[in-house]
């Protein structure tokens, strides 16, 4: 949700700054703007519109001290005076900002001497900094006095027209310095600079960073600290498209091998993490949006394999269960960032009780593997479309292991994972995505669809009609079978998709039946399952995994969606009005 990126160096800073926006723009991409200092001034240009639009680079001025931001809007409207850098009333101070102010309406009063240029709440953060300017502080200094004034999550980036440098700072959204031999990068995901350097910092909240001639850390009360860089593995073609038109295909189709990798942990560390859930009086799976759904559907695996109660809650509504943690209470977070905040905030809360935490999480270094007792990373490599898929399934995978590993039955559990991994390679070949894609321009042509599923397979239809919502725009909505009869039903017309999730398993009868009664409403049935099936319209086959049955079942509605927002000539990596890392609460 809004992606940073400055630079100081050797290189030109314009040229590094736009490429490495273009490389954020899943973080926002509802305007863009750089600021790139030029002599003893700050030029500064800001547009309303997609940043991967913009090719032409040539017309900005050249130098070597640069920083950019590309924008989800969240205080203002989208405008290019609501868009950063934003600068103090001289235009001297320039800044951009990740995060939310939450006390910005009483500083903005506080600041009514200022002369106000946008509706943002980070437009204050440059006249705070003005006014320690003014009375005789450095742009660190400046920077450190402001953020004291701060509440709520920031990650800041200040330049000055007067500094050869760039001041970074964090409290609550991510920020990472990248160390190069031609310089200093800071940017709020690895990606944006993997081109330059893989050699990282992540800085942690209360870190004021520095980067001008060399690399400095303060806190926020100006005492030095140090911070070292470490290699981060991830490669410039893992985070690229690597031929693929765009970033949700070639991450779908990467699941032929990254359930593989999600396994990959030593039994050592599975084992630590499985003997916390059994040790553990009240386990809690928190997420939210896709990875919420992994938690609920993780709820069932630990039923049914480990038959052990969790409970699954999302991140924003785990704060009304606060009376119920104690010390021996235990967090599973699961998230692809490691950023989302109101999955933070539930940490946060659970923290205050003493709880233990444990985070399954794609982005290593990300803030919520750092605030954890323990984590598992889903290793799945750089996830850049805004639609969860790979980190989704990776995510299921290891919790499914989890499950086992508590019942006892780790190997067993590693001999499942090892089949759910090979039987998805089979079936993502050529001929299922054409029979997809085919399937996918009778879907484009209606508004509504719905999903159903039962027992684990019901939060899937929750998370497939998250699918058909966030990229084609499809009134999408998840039930689970049993329920049909009790509303939804009635929303049944002639030739309405709906997909009915089969498994192997108890409820399979009873989701037949359920699909019947949709079809004898005229709707028309989409049956993803292991068998064909009269009552199925539409057969899309997977592989018989039983139990593992969601994580192949929802492959097939992720290419529904990809394919119908390419009929429906949607952007599938960039949805609107959504971020893929949602930092604001
Ligand atoms: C956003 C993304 C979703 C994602 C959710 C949680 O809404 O668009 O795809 O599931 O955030 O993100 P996380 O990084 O915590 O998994």
């Not at 031609?182 to 800085?203: K, Q, R």
């Amino acid at each position: 949700m809004c992606g940073i990126i400055g630079y100081v160096g050797q290189k030109n800073a314009p040229d590094i700054v736009i490429d490495g926006l273009k490389k954020l723009e899943y973080r926002g991409y509802d305007s863009w703007g750089i600021s790139i200092k030029k002599a003893k001034s700050l030029v500064i240009t800001k547009k309303v519109g997609k940043i991967s639009d913009f090719h032409d680079s040539d017309s900005l001025p050249k130098g070597s001290i640069a920083m950019g931001h590309t924008r989800w809007a969240t205080n203002g409207p989208v405008t290019q005076d609501n868009a950063h850098p934003h600068t103090c009333c001289t235009g001297m101070i320039s800044v951009v900002h990740n995060g939310i102010i939450e006390n910005f309406q009483s500083l903005r009063k506080e600041l009514a001497h200022h002369t106000f240029t946008s509706d943002t709440d980070t437009e204050i953060v440059a006249h705070l900094i003005e006014d320690n300017y003014k009375a005789g502080m450095d742009l660190q200094g400046a920077v450190r006095m402001a953020l004291k004034r701060l509440e709520g999550r920031f990650a800041i980036v200040a330049m000055s027209s007067e500094y050869d440098e760039v001041v970074a700072a964090k409290k609550g959204s991510p920020l990472v310095i990248g160390v190069a031999d031609d310089g200093y990068y800071v940017a709020s995901d690895i990606p944006a600079f993997l081109d330059h350097t893989n050699e990282v910092i992540f800085m942690e909240d209360g870190d004021v960073a520095r980067l001008a001639s060399d690399l400095t850390f303060t806190d926020f009360e100006g005492t030095d600290i140090s911070r070292q860089s470490k290699p981060i593995s991830w490669s410039v073609e893992q985070a690229g498209l690597d031929g693929h038109p765009h970033y949700m295909i070639k991450e779908i189709l990467e699941q032929r091998h990254t359930i593989k990798e999600a396994v990959s942990h030593s039994d050592a560390k599975i084992l630590k993490v499985a003997d916390m859930i059994n040790k553990a009086k009240g386990t809690f799976f928190i997420g939210c949006g896709t990875a919420g759904k992994v938690g609920m559907v993780s709820s069932y695996m630990f039923s049914t394999i480990a038959k052990k109660h969790v409970n699954d809650v999302v991140g924003s509504e785990f704060p009304n269960y606060h009376d119920f943690l104690t010390p021996e209470t235990l967090l599973i977070c699961i998230s692809q960032s490691g950023e989302t905040a109101d999955t933070l905030e539930a940490i946060e809360v659970a923290k205050k009780k003493g709880c233990k935490i444990v985070s399954i999480v794609n982005v290593m270094g990300s803030t919520m593997m750092r605030m954890s007792d323990e984590y598992i990373l889903c290793n799945s490599g750089p996830e850049k479309a805004v639609c969860s898929t790979k980190a989704t399934t990776a995510q299921m995978a290891i919790l499914a292991l989890l499950a086992y590993a508590c019942a006892g039955r780790f190997e067993e559990g590693k001999r499942v994972l090892s089949r759910v991994a090979s039987s998805i390679d089979v079936m993502l070949d050529e001929n299922y995505l054409d029979e997809i894609q085919f399937l996918s321009k009778k879907v484009a042509g209606y508004e509504s669809m719905y999903i159903i599923g039962r027992s684990q397979n019901y939060p899937m239809a929750l998370e497939g009609a998250i699918k058909m919502q966030e990229v084609p725009y499809i009134h999408a909505e998840g039930f689970a079978g049993g329920e049909l009869k009790h509303g939804p039903i009635a929303l049944i017309q002639n030739g309405t998709p709906c997909i009915a999730l089969v498994a192997n398993d108890a409820v399979k009868t009873e989701i037949l039946i359920n699909a019947l009664e949709i079809r004898s409403r005229g709707g028309y049935i989409i049956g993803i399952a292991p068998e064909d099936n009269d009552i199925f319209d539409f057969w899309i086959p997977v592989p018989d995994l039983g139990i593992a049955s969601p994580i192949a079942n929802i492959i097939p509605i992720q290419l529904m969606s990809y394919y119908t927002a390419l009929e429906k000539n949607c952007d599938p990596d960039k949805p609107r009005n959504l971020a893929k890392s949602v930092t604001v609460k």
